[in-house]
């Protein structure tokens, strides 16, 4: 009954660091996203992703790649860490998209700090 | 573009008293409609959504949602109340055969006052 799960779930970077949030679901959907939660301001799309080899940009990605090399895995790299990158970091899937009325189902999230 | 207003950041509400959630949302297309919520340290998941039929929907732990087109509202309600509701909630909005995106509302914390 894993669902989305992503790792690690707390990490602290210093400026300039890079680092590779893990992301892996068990459910077969085709689509997958990564959005960041900072407080007051709701949840912003990051980077989706609607299949293996298709990857596109949310509202927010400068300083962060992706890759979907797999139906399962969708990894979320941050490169040259910025202050502004501390987040939460919310890794999700759904089995079609949000434009088709499915639901998006959320990992537990992870707590990112850059010093 | 599409976007959510949720007129509350914090709602305190007695145990056992009803509550309402408000949401408001802008689109010039038609819309599908979300309500999450995310326990402390959790991630989000599905309360309920609105895709299309009747405009009330019921959703998990007896909360409910009303999809108001003429008003561009869907409030969320509960008759009563308790401890574990506590939690924030965010209203999302996607546009109907859209791109993938999923516009989320600020959230409203609501604290349950025992």
């Known amino acids: 009954n894993a669902g989305v799960t992503q790792t690690p779930k707390f990490r602290i970077l210093k400026i300039g660091q890079s680092m590779t949030l893990q992301c892996t679901q068990d459910m077969n959907h085709n689509y997958m996203y990564w959005y960041r939660q900072d407080p007051g301001m709701g949840l912003k799309l990051i980077y989706y992703?609607?299949?293996?080899?298709?990857?596109d940009k949310g509202e927010v990605p400068n300083g962060y790649n992706v890759s979907r090399s797999t139906t399962e895995d969708f990894p979320l790299r941050l490169e040259l860490a910025a202050p502004s990158q501390t987040s939460v970091y919310f890794c999700?899937?759904?089995?079609?998209?949000?434009?088709?009325?499915?639901?998006?189902?959320f990992g537990e999230g992870s707590w990112l700090t850059v010093v | 573009a599409q976007s959510v207003t949720q007129l509350d950041s914090q709602v305190p509400v007695f145990e056992e008293a009803p509550v309402e959630l408000r949401c408001n949302y802008s689109s010039s297309v038609s819309v599908y409609l979300f309500w999450y919520v995310q326990y402390p340290n959790q991630g989000l998941q599905l309360l309920l959504k609105y895709l299309s039929g009747s405009t009330l929907v019921k959703g998990i732990n007896g909360f409910e949602a009303e999809f108001n087109k003429s008003q561009t509202s869907f409030h969320l309600r509960k008759p009563s109340v308790h401890i574990s509701d506590t939690a924030e909630y965010f209203c999302?909005?996607?546009?109907?055969?859209?791109?993938?995106?999923?516009?989320f509302g600020t959230g409203t914390r609501l604290t349950i006052i025992p």
């Open positions: 999302a909005v996607s546009a109907q055969f859209g791109n993938e995106k999923l516009t």
């Open positions: 992703s609607v299949g293996a080899g298709i990857t």
């Open positions: 999700a899937s759904s089995p079609g998209g949000v434009g088709t009325g499915n639901t998006i189902y």
